[in-house]
């Protein structure tokens, strides 16, 4: 991609309005921009992070079965009075009537119809386990939109639903998420940490949160410091709790063992056994003839959230520092002297080789490169270069080049390194 | 993937409000669940269809470089004051207030966003060309939601909006886009007829619909035989129109010349000039500091819709037909006689074989295999088989699997070819 003609709008300017780094951020570096109070355009460079972290779930998630469908964003309000939840959701669920004056909600989350489309299919215990996951867009009216993409109003999400025919399948399902999740996050270059935590309005007997660490994070954890060298088995059982949840007076961890940092909630998992189930009366044979309730469980990734949690836990005073698996681009190339034609030969040969759509380069390894070909000076390219944060930088300056030297710069140790262009091709190739 | 763990809830009946063919097989296959009326949930099976179209259109935006962004479902209604169309749209707009009172709408296009992203950022005549896409979540409040996707009221659609220094511009645009968009439904397996048309609400005056060929299509279309040999260049120029505006008296091809055929409406691109940008007072300063308003188009495709029209278009009486690039799966072994175990060690190892992910195996040629295991009769499998519509059934029956025979069936032509699992997983893999 020739940054010439890509659509990153990027600033120098501090927005008044934005308080955390990652709105800060997002916002210069061309991300985002806001359409109304907690709802935001997602502009082209957020939406390859978007994708690239959306690819990863879905991965992580087709191999425990979990498998993709979409609920509707629109949904009829008559399922959530058949739960109980409608009056009960309050002023967060917007409320809407169609031309007909039927009664309506923009999903909040989507349990209700995941037990509708269950009972629509599903009669017999042949039918379990089964597990549905959907990554779309929900609303939720916070009063207080703030902090970005961080707590917004409409924002990406996945989530999950899993059933069970008794509580050993559906304690299987859960772990079988829990893991799912650990390996998501780190695949992402996170460092996640699973704290036991309350059901709150899903409702329910089981559950996790997963923060991500960032020393901006607005909850405190306190977990034991076997954790960070932890299986995925025994994370489960290792002792971290958030803020309210901790009381030094009952915390069973030796202070010495203590650990005490800063998290973002990221993720969610709830085992609800037989609430939706039993509301909404679905139930399937068992092999007798009997009636069973299927055991429930759902688990949820704010998607746009995770993004801003990112450059949370991964930023410095120039901008972003994306983790490799979740960066925009894999390298961006900078003509440091677009007038030089030296300059303009050897960045364009580097993009080529590296871009090259031919049969010899293997797709699932192809690099996707930003090649910064503008007619700006070298000081707002290093600039926006450090701001949108890239992992690789190939610098091409009119000094060094006249030796044959190109510079490859790492975003995150700052480390350069000197190199042919030969050789850098053959790195990235 | 195992059809005993696939979510694929087949059905022999047919649907009593089902009238066409695209809905009776989309609920009969199990890939469209009804939420509410004109409101649908999507399936695994249907998720796939849905997946393997957005890359086809990725691909082929991304080559005009139309650029992937997510403007909001919910949007404020004073864009649309501004505009002047928030009254015109009239009861198709689904209108809602959040709990502030602030009016909102679910968004129906999103002419309005994209120039509203425009003017915050591109202040000078080199922002411009600017061309940007998204594949999202649509609402239209039909007043009789009917035929399934095809007339919805929550759709998937994707939609591109061009700015333009000047009308050569804007008209460059629009050409690029009439050829993507015949290359992407070419790439589908479709015929399209692009027709001229007029551009209704959206307004302008310069406007084609893509037609696509089906016997059950709602349109009539009528165009020069020449238009199904053209280049893409000629096809802009080569009379094709629909229903209304067909003049038998005034039509410039003899009727020899003239073809009739049933057409579905599945893309409509438009230019309408500087209706937006004057309306928003959008402009940018050209090279002497002179206020341009920018020349705009945008550019529709209805993406769930498109399912609907490709089964209509690739149907037979026993389901549907896939064409191979947009097909759920590339191919299913049908396991024919579960109990047998030479069936069950054959099928195995065949799909094994082409389902591999290991290191030989390329991941952009891999086929997508759906393995049909299940317990359940061999009539009750073909069926399935015929009816979900996956390009090339792997047929493994006891009778021939003692002379190391399986059978290969094309779904379309019925063609039946013995060869023995070996040449299969070749010629697979």
Redesign the interface.
Known sequence: MLFS???A?TSRDTPADAKIASHILMLRS?MI?Q??SG??????L???V?DKISGIIHEEQERI?S??????????ADLWQESGRYEAYG??M???K??KG?D?L?SPTNEE?AT??FR???KSYRGLP?C?YQIH?K?R?E?RPRFGVMRG??FLMKDAYSFDINFEGAKAAYMNMFRAYIKTFRRMGLTPIPVQADSGAIGGNMSHEFQILADTGESTLYYDKKLSTASDEELMIIFAVADEKYDPNTCPIPENELMVSKGIEVGHIFYFGTKYSKAMNVFVLDENGNKIYPEMGSYGIGVSRLIAAIIESSHDEKGIVWPEAVAPFDLTILNLHHKNEKCREVSQKIYDAINCNCCCS???TKKEVLYDDREISVGEKLADADLIGIPWQILVGEKKIKNDIVELKNRKTGEVIEMSPEKIIGRFR
């Not at 709802?39 to 082209?44: G, Q």
């Not at 498998?67 to 009829?76: D, E, V």
Request: glycine content about 4%; proline content about 5%; overall charge positive.
């Open positions: 003609k890509f659509f709008p061309g921009s359409a109304a709802i935001y355009y997602w502009l082209p957020a939406v390859r978007l079965n498998q993709k469908m979409y609920f509707t964003t629109i949904q009829p002023k967060e917007l409320r809407l169609d031309r039927g309506f923009y119809q509708d489309v629509k299919y599903v089964l549905l867009w609303f009216d009063i109003r409409e293997n797709a699932s």
